[in-house]
């Protein structure tokens, strides 16, 4: 009976120990976390500062319609003006099951209360106009609003709402969608310090919204907002944003848009040449085989003028061997330009030199004395100064071509796309005329200005001094008696009143 008891005691711990275990790995393999999905930014369906704007006044792969303003670093979608509409919306539709959209967006204006409110859409179709925060209604689609002004008097505004409509609902404006809305949290987005972020992701048909209430400038600090399951939207559509105002109004900007695409773990993302369409690729390829077609006949004509060349010669050129060469150009084009600021340097103070020979010619034929200059002295001054200038002139029109040399040069190698054996030697030779002339300003400017033959202008003669001493003596003195003179005055005046009186 004891050895029965003891076997029965043995299987039961057995059995417990095996449950527990089982137990163990359910509750390890439920807490393993969920690997997230691949993020890759789709630059064609989203926007941001700066050179936001274009020089047409648009945004590049977006359509803006009704009063929505775009600047270098925002769209203002309305000003703060009563009964404006304005809406963005892409050009392009998408094409992807799972996505993730960050919005960055300010709602500003002076009073406590503001209206109407912005909103955040996905629809089959482009929304331009409509009563719906300025998009179309009945749409095909979700809506994510940020609704400022409280309809229906229930002190539940601002708030945040998910909408979803299948292209046959109607809005309930009176009851600011609350008996349509999917998902909603009440947060307050008007007159933040910093600009609101809301990241609104779709994977997986779930539907979830996260918001950063823009107090702090921390762009990671967002907090949970709603969250929409088993959500079904349409396969292709259209991203917009749009905002009205009403009898109040505020100023709604948004500042970004960027949008991801999603790709579940294990998934391979597809490929950039899968995503152009077929139109766009065959006009790629055209364009490719004529800049192939002209390559080859360049470099027949190339093999023609010169034909001791080896056929490789241009295939070995590397891009280091072309970076070297337009560094050079650089280097040169630099040199020139500092060459010619000193020319210009020296050309002023040779006119300088030569305005203050003339005044001292003019001045020595009006005066006589034992230090006068003859004329033939000064004559031979001028000349000399004037054939300096004569000089210096013809090197900086020297300096100019080639100037427009090297810029032609430079052109023709860009349009050409590899450097030959001639340009490179043409090169070398523009270095070794630059230093010639280098060397030939520098002993020209050594000859005509050495030190001892400087022209200086004549000194002033010593100004004597405005107030001496014996002069402020005199003036103390003269002073000092007016003064006297004055209280003396004063008296008898005051006397002969007392005496009146």
């Not at 059995?15 to 064609?44: C, I, M, Q, W």
């Not at 300010?106 to 331009?128: C, I, K, N, P, Y």
């Not at 229906?152 to 109607?170: M, Q, S, W």
Request: aromatic share 10%; glycine share 8%; net charge negative.
């Amino acid at each position: 009976m004891a050895v029965s008891n003891a076997r029965v005691f043995t299987l039961s711990f057995l059995a417990a120990l095996v449950f527990h275990r089982n137990l163990t790995d359910v509750a390890v393999e439920g807490s393993t976390p969920e690997e997230p999905p691949h993020r890759r930014f789709e630059y064609k369906y989203s926007f941001k500062g700066p050179h936001l704007s274009q020089s047409d006044g648009g945004v590049p792969f977006w359509i803006h319609s009704g009063n929505a303003i775009p600047s270098a670093d925002q769209v203002r979608i309305t000003p703060s003006l009563r009964s404006q509409r304005g809406s963005v919306w892409t050009k392009n539709k998408v094409n992807f099951e799972n996505w993730e959209a960050e919005v960055t967006f300010r709602v500003s204006g002076r009073g406590r209360m503001g209206a109407d409110g912005l909103a955040m859409w996905f629809t089959s179709e482009q929304g331009l106009d409509g009563p719906v925060y300025g998009a179309a209604d009945t749409w095909n689609g979700i809506g994510v609003f940020f609704d400022s002004f409280d309809n229906d008097g229930k002190k539940n505004n601002p708030a945040i709402l998910v909408v979803g409509n299948n292209g046959n609902l109607v809005y309930d404006h009176q009851n600011d969608g609350t008996t349509q809305a999917l998902g909603t949290c009440l947060r307050d987005f008007r007159n933040k310090p910093y600009p609101i972020r809301a990241k609104i992701t779709y994977y997986r048909k779930t539907l979830t919204v996260l918001i950063n209430n823009g107090f702090t400038p921390d762009k990671e600090d967002y907090e949970f907002c709603t969250k929409v399951e088993n959500m079904v939207i349409p396969t292709e559509g259209f991203f917009g944003i749009s905002a009205a105002t009403g009898g109040l109004a505020d100023d709604h900007d948004v500042l970004s848009f960027l949008l991801f695409r999603l790709t579940e773990p294990g998934q391979q993302p597809p490929s950039v040449d899968s995503e152009i369409p077929k139109e766009e690729k065959d006009k790629y390829q055209e364009e490719f085989q004529n800049f192939q077609q002209e390559l080859d006949k360049k470099k027949e004509e190339f093999q023609k003028d010169h034909p001791n060349v080896q056929g490789d010669y241009i295939s070995n050129i590397k891009p280091e061997h072309i970076r070297q060469v337009f560094e050079g150009q650089n280097r040169i084009h630099l040199e020139i330009k500092q060459i010619n600021r000193q020319l210009a340097m020296i050309l002023d103070e040779q006119r300088r030199y030569v305005s203050v020979i003339t005044d001292e010619i003019s001045k020595k034929g009006t005066s006589t004395g034992s230090g006068q200059v003859s004329h033939q002295q000064l004559s031979s001054v001028i000349s000399t100064q004037q054939e300096l200038l004569r000089n210096l002139n013809e090197l900086r029109s020297s300096f100019h071509e080639s100037l427009k040399q090297i810029g032609s040069v430079q052109h023709q190698g860009n349009a050409g796309g590899v450097g030959t054996y001639e340009t490179i030697q043409h090169f070398n030779d523009i270095k070794e005329n630059l230093h010639t002339v280098k060397r030939d300003v520098e002993h020209l400017v050594q000859r005509n200005n050495p030190g001892d033959k400087v022209v200086k202008c004549p000194e002033l003669p010593p100004m004597p001094s405005c107030l001496s001493t014996v002069h402020f003596a005199i003036f103390v003195v003269i002073q000092t008696i007016l003064f006297f003179c004055y209280i003396m005055y004063k008296s008898q005046q005051e006397a002969a009143a007392k005496k009146f009186f």
